[in-house]
């Protein structure tokens, strides 16, 4: 149970560092937990109402707010402040934000936000390379679409 509750609090508290690859794999984690929950959000309720596309929406600024604790840990790897996650909202800057996040490396020793972040388990490397699969499976849909 300890574990839990130390895991939970690392996901949603916005103190501290990840790396790179925590962040792709936790942000992989929280897309695929969104579609499932707003799939199962969408069958439940659509025996009550015909419409739940409020309930996803929210269900999808949910999963933006955790996004965006992803975001801070990693500005605060690269010793950056937190506040910079909101420039990921904007057209075209948050597009070359995020990329700056994926590609440059973080910090090595401690720095003003906490100590380095811990070394990547084999989980989330694996979780983290699933972004090929992902990537690899949307451009074959994409370019090999049955019908056109």
Do not use: Y
Request: charged share 10%; proline share 5%.
């Amino acid at each position: 149970m300890n574990n839990t509750l130390t895991f939970a609090n690392e996901l949603m508290n916005p103190q501290g560092r990840i790396g790179r690859l925590r962040l792709l794999a936790w942000s992989l984690g929280l897309i695929a937990a969104t579609v499932a929950f707003a799939l199962l959000l969408g069958w439940v309720t659509s025996a009550v109402w015909k419409d739940a596309a409020g309930l996803i929406l929210i269900a999808a600024l949910i999963a933006r707010i955790m996004s965006m604790i992803f975001f801070v840990k990693r500005l605060h790897d690269l010793n950056w402040s937190g506040w910079f996650c909101w420039a990921v909202l904007l057209p075209w800057v948050g597009n070359f934000l995020l990329l700056l996040l994926l590609l440059i490396p973080g910090n090595r020793g401690n720095n003003r936000f906490g100590p380095a972040p811990p070394p990547n388990s084999m989980s989330v490397v694996i979780l983290a390379s699933m972004w090929l699969v992902v990537i690899v499976v949307a451009v074959v849909l994409t370019v090999f679409r049955p019908g056109i």
